[in-house]
């Protein structure tokens, strides 16, 4: 891999495409929390966690992002 842009470009394709399925989980999480016919403290309690879960993912999707960013900086760079 050393010096090899192509391959260090399929690595941030990699990256953006796990963010995305990182992004899709959050949203079927949150869609899944939302509709739940539940009521009383334990389900507040169950969508508050969801939306932190949620929240804790898109980060973790926008983290995978910026790597995706910076190997493509690298390569061209390399380049």
């Known amino acids: 891999?050393?010096?090899d842009t192509s391959v260090i470009r399929g690595?941030?394709?990699a990256?953006?495409?796990?963010a995305d399925?990182?992004?899709?989980?959050a949203d079927a999480l949150a869609a899944r929390a939302d509709?739940?016919?539940w009521t009383g403290r334990a389900a507040e309690a169950m969508r508050w966690a969801a939306r932190d879960h949620?929240?804790?993912l898109r980060a973790c999707a926008a983290a995978h992002d910026a790597a995706a960013d910076?190997?493509?900086h690298h390569a061209r760079d390399v380049d």
């Open 54 to 56: 949620t929240g804790r």
């Open 1 to 3: 891999m050393y010096g």
């Open 11 to 13: 690595l941030a394709r």
């Open 15 to 18: 990256m953006r495409e796990r």
């Open 35 to 37: 509709v739940v016919p």
């Open 21 to 25: 399925e990182i992004r899709a989980e």
């Open 70 to 72: 910076a190997l493509d």
